[in-house]
């Protein structure tokens, strides 16, 4: 149940990803936001920028009592939260990105999806919780 929540804030919060980006779920865990018409140092900034939105964003996990209405849940977390008990538990979640354009070794949307997902493990092997192109 933690999983699919942290999947929705991810998702969530890569859908208010400025600069013209448009986010898609690529499968399981992984997720492609495209910038049409951006170079990669234009789309740059804005992937850091949700990289660390994501990072401030402190989820409380979700109780037995927590309601599975999205009204009610706003609710709780509007004017009346402050009369309400803490989370037993936030959690911070944190993304490793990788960026790539085309070019001249990646001149298709698969080979551009390769180098992406080469970034990707880079951006892993360096640490996590950063962008890498």
Known sequence: DVGDQVL???AARLAEVEGGGRAFRYGGEEF???FPGCSLDEALPHLEA???AIEAYQ???R???RPKQAEEGAKRRGAEAEHLPPPDKLLS???S???AEPDAQAKTPAQVLKAADEALYRAKRGGRNRVSR
Do not use: Y
């Open 8 to 10: 929705k804030l991810v």
């Open 93 to 95: 979640v944190t993304i």
């Open 97 to 99: 990105i990788g960026a």
């Open 50 to 52: 949700v990289r660390a």
């Open 59 to 61: 989820m409380a996990v």
């Open 32 to 34: 492609t936001v495209l």
């Open 63 to 65: 109780g037995e009592d």
